[in-house]
């Protein structure tokens, strides 16, 4: 999983910065220039698809941490291993769920705000603390940015964590097959 996670950290993170850049490049998204509307268009396009490929690479390691957590509670109890080990991958995974669900939060919030700061919508966040709806929108985005790097940070470095303890748990399971008698491979 590590070796895999860190490059859809990066596309993700890209993604979302490429979706920003674009969104800034729009002067006014109320003109009926087909340009500008163009530039509407691909914004809410790369936008969509940075923030479904965000959630979906958080949900990725999360259903990765489920399966291994099950599986090191699962191996620690036949083969009679110390529960601590499972124990330490609940508590890798309760502390990055977290920063998780603050960044698909994040992500819900920026998507709603963005169809809010369009001009066609019948929902408006303008005058909301005296600011307009694109303000809200970029502001949001800008956090979710950042946001979501920081996590994806934490996230690789619970991954790198958790795969220790499969180590630990592999060279126990090992350990114990050899004494045994039993077929390793």
């Not at 006014?28 to 698809?49: F, K, N």
């Not at 259903?63 to 330490?88: D, N, Q, V």
């Not at 369009?118 to 005058?127: E, I, L, N, W």
Request: hydrophobic fraction near 50%.
């Amino acid at each position: 999983m590590k070796r895999i996670f860190l490059p859809l950290a990066v596309v993700s993170v890209t993604l979302l910065l490429i979706s920003s850049g674009l969104g800034l490049a729009i002067d006014d998204p109320g003109s009926l220039d087909p340009g500008v509307q163009w530039r509407v268009s691909i914004h809410m396009l790369t936008g969509l698809a940075a923030l479904t490929f965000s959630t979906l690479l958080h949900a990725i390691l999360f259903t990765y941490f489920m399966g291994t957590g099950r599986w090191i509670e699962e191996t620690a109890a036949a083969y009679k291993l110390s529960p601590e080990l499972h124990r330490r991958n609940q508590r890798i995974k309760y502390r990055t769920l977290r920063g998780v669900m603050a960044c698909i939060g994040l992500i819900i919030a920026t998507g709603a705000l963005g169809a809010a700061a369009d001009p066609a919508s019948p929902v408006s966040m303008d005058g909301v603390a005296g600011l307009t709806g694109s303000t809200w929108h970029l502001s949001v985005a800008m956090i979710t940015v950042v946001a979501n790097a920081v996590v994806h940070f934490i996230e690789y470095n619970a991954v790198s964590r958790n795969m220790l303890i499969i180590d630990e748990v592999l060279g126990e399971v090992r350990r114990i097959r050899v004494e045994r008698g039993l077929a390793v491979e």
